[in-house]
């Protein structure tokens, strides 16, 4: 399985970004699915996670309310949509898979994507 992650950029407090996670090798209806972030000079933090039959979606309180995880299974993709942005969001942004929704949830996934860069200003 490989994970291209893409949508980042800079964007002033308060504003939106999407981004996007194209998967192949594999359908994305066979895996659960997650985004990560890390900021300079801390660790790799969970921010979201959504099991495969899309029976549970799990969020970090630090993006309840502002962050949305959706699959677009026709094109093998798995979106975030970002809204209210906030300095604190800036991070480089990681998609990672797994066949276990507690895998992905614990950072410990099988597949991971690049990372895309998020730079949110004040």
């Known amino acids: 399985v490989q994970l291209q992650a893409s949508g980042g950029g800079s964007v002033q407090a308060g504003g939106s970004l999407r981004l996007s996670c194209a998967a192949s090798?594999?359908?994305?209806?066979?895996?659960?699915m997650g985004w990560f972030r890390q900021a300079p000079g801390k660790e790799r933090e969970f921010v979201v996670a959504a099991s495969r039959n899309g029976a549970g979606i799990y969020y970090a309180d630090s993006v309840k309310g502002r962050f949305t995880i959706s699959r677009d299974n026709a094109n093998n993709t798995v979106y975030l949509q970002m809204n209210s942005l906030k300095p604190e969001d800036t991070a480089v942004y990681y998609c990672?898979?797994?066949?276990?929704?507690?895998?992905?949830?614990?950072?410990?996934?099988?597949?991971w994507g690049q990372g895309t860069q998020v730079t949110v200003s004040s």
């Open positions: 990672a898979a797994d066949r276990s929704t507690s895998i992905v949830v614990a950072g410990r996934s099988g597949y």
């Open positions: 090798g594999r359908t994305i209806e066979s895996l659960n």
